[in-house]
């Protein structure tokens, strides 16, 4: 029987997501010393997942990762489906009937909630629709803040906590400058927001920030950055905890810390960390006017550190509440999924229900792994993914239909819109050239209808 992967019968995997997650199965699986077709199936027109449409538009360095994943979009063992969402355009038994494989990389799209009273009142978001708002996503970007109030607060510690204050306290003309959407520019312009609190529940050693962002936090001009001094007196357990050989990261940013501590509170503008606050209730007289946090302390060993409870509280007057404390992947229809991780249960990439592999189906990214780790750590996930999938190529059955080309034929009839990447490079070339006008690296279309208008 022919072996698939030979160059008789190549191998035909679809891989559902074109985050960093489903552009690193691609090109690493085009790699591999066999011979194989990719299909990459994304909800949006536009590629790129959560690098185009989560990191903060002053951060254009993390975004150069895009040339890597065009050169995959050019591979000619490689098409791309744009604007085909899973379980809507497309079923997972369809792509099985085409695909020897399916690799799932939809990443972790739904935020988790805080679970505390007054969470639904005006002012009060997840990060998710504020990032989408100023990152343009499509159809998303309706929603408009109201930025009139003097202070903010952010809840989490992690860098996603810090991207959104940074977007709060920088002077609009820097923004202006990045692809942010013209319309979160024009809000900010009008923003009255002069104070933002991060709030984190446990200590600074317990933070999940990392110091460059930490240091670019430094660097906003006419911003006060404030720390009460009180937090580095650090006991033995966070003293040994700072040394652990994961916790880099924090040992960068103390430094930064015990400068914010001395800061002398002049400029217009401030950032303030408190940690050790859990938030309890977010109250107002139909929107936000106040959030009451319970103090903390900590207690356990080194590595295993709990935030317990106090009597005190503390309220802190302000008219938004960001709450940045993470985000869960969202269930996709007849692909087993764990409810308590929000994730797809499984062993190195294959996917597992009731324990059993599941042939033919796998998962990379933050789907597999949960919302955690920066974009490269997303390879290093892939790699595994690959690795498992190119192990068992004894064990698949090869797709009764292998054509491509037949498929976005069928998709088409359905009344789907599939796009090729040269659609999406076209899509992004008007992009630039709005950009070029306005003077920034893109203007992005901010709704899907916009996108397939250019086409
Ligand atoms: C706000 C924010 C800022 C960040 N900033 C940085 C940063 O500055 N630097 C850094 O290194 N990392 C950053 N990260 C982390 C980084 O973005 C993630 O590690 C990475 O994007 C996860 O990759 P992924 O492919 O698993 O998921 P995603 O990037 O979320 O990609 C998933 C893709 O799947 C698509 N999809 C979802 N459901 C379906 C479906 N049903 N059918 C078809 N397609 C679907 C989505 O549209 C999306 O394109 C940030 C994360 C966030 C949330």
Redesign the pocket.
């Known amino acids: 029987m022919t072996q698939l992967g030979s160059q008789d019968l190549p191998l035909r995997v679809a891989v559902?997501?074109?985050?960093?997650?489903?552009f690193y199965a691609a090109e690493l699986l085009l790699k591999e010393d066999i011979s194989a077709q990719v299909d990459l199936?994304?909800?949006?027109p536009s590629p790129y997942?959560?690098?185009r449409y989560?990191?903060?538009p002053d951060?254009p360095k993390?975004r150069t990762v895009i040339a890597r994943f065009d050169r995959t979009g050019d591979d000619p063992n490689f098409n791309y489906f744009g604007n085909?969402?899973?379980?809507t355009d497309i079923d997972l038994a369809t792509l099985r009937e085409y695909y020897d494989a399916v690799i799932i990389?939809?990443?972790?799209?739904e935020p988790k909630a805080l679970g505390i009273p007054g969470e639904d009142l005006a002012g009060c978001y997840t990060?998710r629709p504020f990032?989408r708002w100023y990152n343009a996503y499509p159809d998303h970007s309706e929603s408009e803040f109201d930025l009139s109030c003097a202070t903010a607060v952010v809840i989490g510690n992690g860098?996603?906590a810090l991207?959104i204050a940074r977007v709060l306290s920088q002077a609009p003309d820097e923004l202006a400058k990045t692809d942010m959407a013209t319309r979160a520019i024009d809000k900010l312009r009008t923003s009255k927001v002069r104070t933002v609190y991060v709030i984190g529940r446990r200590g600074l050693v317990q933070a999940s920030f990392t110091h460059p962002e930490i240091t670019e936090l430094d660097k906003i001009e006419h911003c006060d950055i404030a720390l009460d001094p009180s937090y580095l007196q650090l006991d033995a357990a966070d003293r040994a905890e700072l040394e652990f050989e994961d916790n880099v990261q924090q040992r960068r940013f103390l430094p930064n810390f015990e400068k914010f501590s001395q800061c002398t509170n002049q400029a217009p503008r401030r950032v303030e960390f408190r940690f050790l606050r859990s938030p309890v209730a977010i109250e107002g007289d139909g929107r936000v006017e106040r959030i009451v946090l319970r103090k903390n302390i900590l207690s356990g060993d080194a590595g295993a550190r709990k935030a317990i409870a106090t009597e005190d509280l503390e309220t802190i007057n302000c008219g938004l509440v960001f709450s940045c404390v993470g985000?869960r992947g969202e269930p996709?229809p007849g692909i087993p999924y764990d409810d308590a991780r929000g994730t797809l249960p499984n062993d190195k990439g294959r996917v597992l229900q009731d324990g059993k592999q599941v042939t033919g189906l796998y998962v990379s990214?933050?789907?597999k792994r949960g919302p955690s780790?920066?974009?490269?750590?997303?390879k290093v996930d892939s790699k595994e993914t690959i690795e498992s999938l190119v192990a068992d190529l004894a064990t698949l059955s090869p797709a009764p239909r292998r054509d491509s080309a037949a498929l976005r034929a069928a998709l088409q009839a359905r009344g789907a819109r599939p796009i090729t990447y040269q659609d999406w490079l076209k899509i992004n070339k008007v992009e630039a050239e709005r950009g070029r006008a306005a003077g920034k690296p893109l203007e992005r279309f901010t709704s899907v209808a916009e996108m397939l208008a250019v086409l």
């Open positions: 559902v997501g074109a985050g960093p997650a489903g199936f994304e909800a949006l997942g959560l690098v989560g990191v903060a951060h993390m085909i969402r899973l379980g990389t939809t990443g972790a799209q990060a990032i860098n996603v991207d985000y996709l990214g933050w789907i780790g920066v974009i490269g750590t997303n």
